[in-house]
């Protein structure tokens, strides 16, 4: 058994494989059905593979030299469902993208400075490019460091990401508010297609655990009935059990000294802290004037970093306004931090994905 090169890396608040592309195969099912058999679904606990029985741990990054001189590398994010034989290509990750910029120097791809290197990274399913600036004294990847992130215990080199504005639309629809499924909300788009709804027009107070949330049948049922109103809307290909965009977002005000407190559905299961990409989404939609975040939202001081509270701590981030246009938001900037966990071969598991039976 030889096995297949991999890297099992944290990367912000998320876990998940990382691939060179030259590894994999090319064609997308085959691709799909090894990357199942590699991660352990369909099973519930994810037994016989990598995956930690949770999508925020059943994650995969595919790297590969950038096909353009825009940027140095080009990532490809796969969600690997946890219970059903699915992989989904409908979303990036800004958690994982953290990742793949030590990842690329580690193996090459992007020649390592002394002090710090930049990695430009297209994300391959939304074409936004990002900056990630990555310590390397020495010319060598450290992930050892000060940087302490909500949601990771204990600290680690940090990892400046700048996101560059999204090339769509901020507002799909071009309104500040809809509404959909009776409710109102805010359609948006800041790298991660969300749907922004208010929790108490839901019925709730904004600061219930997770476990409560998807615990709740009529949330849940609501919840879903908003997500899929919102896909004609938003332009999304795919059917609801399909794609995972566009996240449902419940905000409140905040309880913590924050700018706004969230619970971030993902879509099925509710975030323990939040995405990159949906804080950078949530925050831009506190950003703008007539957003259902307004009367919430506290927002800081200009040189202030927005910070989104979460169920298990809070996110900081900038996102910058664009003087005289309140339909647009400028670069988003925000730390993460990542982790080499494991580097590799993976052997993947000799049964096709099909659905299994019950655990017992």
Known sequence: MTGIPCALMRGGTSKGGIFLAQ??????????????????????????????????TS??????????????????????????????????????????????????????????????????????????TVLTPGGEVTYQGDAEISGVPGTAA?????????AGALLPTGNPIDVIAGVEATLIDNGMASVLVRAADLGLTGGEDP???????????????????????MGIAGTPETTTTPKIVLLSAPAAGGTLRTRSFIPFRVHEAIGVLGAATAAAGARLAGTVAEGLAILPAADAPLRVEHPTGFFDLYVDPVPGDPTRVGRTRVVRTARMIMDGRVHPSSHPAAATKESR
């Open 23 to 56: 590894d994999l195969p090319a064609d997308p099912a085959a691709r799909d059905d090894l990357l199942l058999r590699i991660m352990g679904s369909p099973d519930v606990r994810q037994i016989d593979g990598l995956g930690g029985a949770h999508p925020l």
């Open 59 to 132: 994650k995969v990054g595919v790297v590969s030299p950038a096909e353009d001189d825009d940027a140095d590398i080009d990532y490809l994010f796969l969600q690997v469902a946890v219970d059903q034989p699915v992989v989904s290509t409908s979303q990036t990750c800004g958690n994982i993208l953290a990742a793949v910029a030590p990842f690329a120097i580690e193996r090459g791809l992007v020649p390592a400075r002394d002090g710090r290197t930049v990695v430009r990274v297209r994300m391959v399913n939304t074409a936004a490019v990002a900056a990630l």
């Open 211 to 233: 476990a409560t949330l998807e615990g709740d049948p009529e949330v849940v049922r609501r919840v879903a009935e908003i997500r899929a109103a919102a896909f004609p809307l």
């Open 158 to 166: 940090p990892i400046e990401v700048e996101l560059e504005p999204a």
